[in-house]
């Protein structure tokens, strides 16, 4: 069982940035493939961004593409989502997502571990 504790959320203005980060209990982190996914209210959960196992290989959503960052410490056993120039329409609870494995894999169903999820909340 692996536990990921997601932190970094909060109130911020258009424009704004954010760092969320998301701290695994994982023995072996490096061997999972980690995502950041989100879900506002009344909409299906959503890809934002995937860095894949054992490697520095990320994917990132057309939405956030050249604004937003994934990226991982393996010695602290850490995902970070570093996210710029905010947007009201990012408004959303943020979850970080693991499932051990090399696929590149965009869909929540393949991931089988989850956060409790960080609010971020952009106002205009």
């Known amino acids: 069982q692996v536990q990921l504790v997601e932190s970094g959320g909060g109130l911020v203005q258009a424009g704004d940035s954010l760092r969320l980060s998301c701290t695994a209990s994982?023995?072996?982190?490096?061997?999972?493939?980690m995502g950041w996914f989100r879900q506002a209210p009344g909409k299906d959960r959503e890809f934002v961004a995937i860095?894949?196992?054992?490697?520095?290989?990320?994917y990132y959503a057309d939405f956030v593409k050249g604004r937003s960052t994934i990226s991982r410490d393996n010695t602290k056993n850490t995902v970070s989502l570093q996210m710029d120039s905010l947007k009201p329409e990012d408004t959303a609870v943020y979850y970080c997502?693991?499932?051990?494995?090399?696929?590149?894999?965009?869909?929540?169903?393949?991931?089988?571990?989850w956060g409790q999820g960080t609010q971020v909340t952009v106002s205009s």
């Open positions: 860095i894949i196992s054992n490697t520095e290989k990320t």
């Open positions: 994982a023995r072996t982190f490096s061997d999972y493939t």
């Open positions: 997502a693991a499932r051990r494995g090399s696929g590149v894999n965009v869909s929540p169903a393949w991931y089988m571990y």
